[in-house]
């Protein structure tokens, strides 16, 4: 991946033994100092913008996109040719209602226009790009400006701020990244500028689990930073080994994956803290952070213009209806991302919160929307993954698992056994998840050693073989 040498960028491959003596010096600075009076700056005014009144946030959103649209008709040749066609120019935007007029775009769009939709030459130093898994297995690239990380960094330390966060506070992480073991075979590696302490999440065996818990019981007041899957393989450890979990751990935040509500109620019962989550894509259109007095989302005013559309392409605007997440990106200006749909269903709540008083769009239930999560039933159904994901005894003993599926009504679910596995278990899964299935889909056990996460070090719930159009419906009769 093309990276520009932004600040972050050097510190990011800087060899953890430098990184670990230069930074014996510099971690007695507030890593607050250490990264810049820009970033200082930039968190004072996310902090101040999660309280404006929805005047103001609607005030400064149509300023925002008025630049983007100006910006993206006048450097780009996708949006002129897209603009020109139904007769609308930047200055015709006086309302955000007036968004409304301009077509969406998607994944698939921009792969056919990549070249077209930059504002500037990508061959810059301060240009970067980013991917994503598209459509049909081909990948979605795309650029952005370097220099985006301070104001996206400000926008999630404010939303880790709500559950107690401070920067500068210990993290201990396990999140997708390559660790190599150290000198006494711990696979750890410590960032002291952002005092972060990684583990690595592509190596969960009891007996690493069982190291990396003792030594995050050492590093001091912490947080936890991971996807909900690993620390919900850390909690189904703890619970098979009747483990207490470390002390010094004041809270989770859990992202990058849909948290479920059952798989939250478990990891906050075992960590016997709360668990706090924040939804964005690598795309960067939408940012939505959890509430601290409830599990809904509040969506940042500052970060992106956000609309819910339903299948027909209308706005949602009743209590309880689901719609696609579109977003309009404020922090990049490199390749404008213009009523962007992102793929992300959501169910819409309300534009005010009485449990925190913040005055933005709450969204709850957040789901991605792809065929890779569903099984297909007999019938051609979908099952959504969420439907099987048990949380309560059923998978004890089972390390890791994903269902395979080649043929509709048929699958072959993968284990990976924990050492106490038994036939008692195949068992037990055959009839808990029978239950569920209800006839619409058999699936035989198959014992593994272990299942690729993917390139990030995400879990993938089904390797889905069967190929479809796009998924039309989520099974939420069945939501866990
Ligand atoms: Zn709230």
Excluded at 194 to 218: G, K, P, Q
Excluded at 273 to 297: I, P
Excluded at 432 to 448: M, Q, Y
């Amino acid at each position: 991946m093309k990276k520009a040498l932004s600040k972050k960028n050097l510190w990011d491959k800087t060899p953890p033994l430098l990184k670990s003596t230069l930074g014996r010096g510099l971690g007695l600075f507030p890593s607050r100092w250490l990264l810049g009076s820009s970033f200082r700056e930039n968190c004072r005014f996310i902090r101040d913008a999660q309280w404006w009144p929805a005047e103001l946030a609607r005030e400064y959103q149509s300023n925002k996109l008025r630049e983007i649209l100006k910006l993206a008709y006048e450097k780009t040749r996708f949006y002129r040719r897209s603009f020109d066609s139904i007769g609308f120019h930047p200055d015709d935007l006086h309302s955000l209602e007036d968004m409304n007029q301009l077509r969406t775009i998607d994944k698939q769009v921009i792969i056919e226009n990549l070249s077209d939709m930059c504002t500037k030459s990508v061959m810059v130093r301060d240009v970067e790009y980013g991917a994503t898994a598209g459509t049909s297995g081909v990948p979605l690239r795309f650029y952005m400006n370097a220099d985006r990380s301070e104001m996206e960094y400000s926008c999630l330390v404010a939303s880790w701020e709500r559950t107690g966060y401070e920067l500068g506070m210990p993290m201990a992480v396990l999140r997708g990244r390559v660790v190599q073991p150290d000198r006494n075979g711990l696979r750890h590696e410590y960032d002291p500028i952002l005092r972060h302490h990684y583990y690595s999440s592509f190596h969960m065996s009891d007996e690493n689990m069982v190291r990396y818990l003792e030594h995050i019981a050492t590093i001091g007041p912490c947080f936890l930073h991971v996807y909900p899957s690993t620390v919900t393989a850390l909690a189904r450890f703890m619970i098979r080994n009747d483990r207490q979990a470390p002390k010094n751990i004041q809270g989770i935040i859990a992202e990058s994956e849909v948290v479920y509500p059952k798989q939250r109620r478990m990891v906050e019962e075992v960590f016997r803290c709360r668990l706090f989550s924040c939804y964005g894509q690598s795309e960067k259109v939408v940012l939505a952070a959890g509430c601290e007095k409830s599990d809904d989302y509040h969506v940042w005013p500052t970060y992106g213009y956000f609309e819910l559309l339903d299948e027909d392409g209308n706005p949602v605007t009743t209590s309880g209806q689901r719609g696609e997440i579109v977003g309009t990106g404020f922090i990049n200006a490199v390749m404008p991302f213009i009523r962007y749909r992102t793929g992300d269903w959501a169910t819409y709540i309300g534009d005010c919160c009485e449990a925190c008083g913040r005055g933005h769009t709450i969204i709850r239930d957040i789901r991605g929307h792809r065929t890779q999560e569903m099984l297909i039933a007999t019938d051609g159904s979908e099952i959504s993954w969420a439907a099987l994901n048990m949380h309560d005894d059923t998978f004890i003993h089972v390390r890791q698992f994903q269902f395979m599926q080649e043929m509709p009504g048929q699958a072959v679910l993968r284990i990976v056994p924990a050492n106490s596995f038994g036939d008692e278990d195949s068992r037990r899964i055959h009839h808990n998840l029978g239950r569920k299935l209800n006839g619409r889909l058999t699936f035989t056990i198959k014992l593994v050693e272990a299942i690729p996460l993917s390139a990030r070090g995400k879990a993938i719930y089904v390797d889905q073989r069967i190929q479809r159009g796009k998924s039309v419906s989520l099974d939420s009769a069945g939501d866990v």
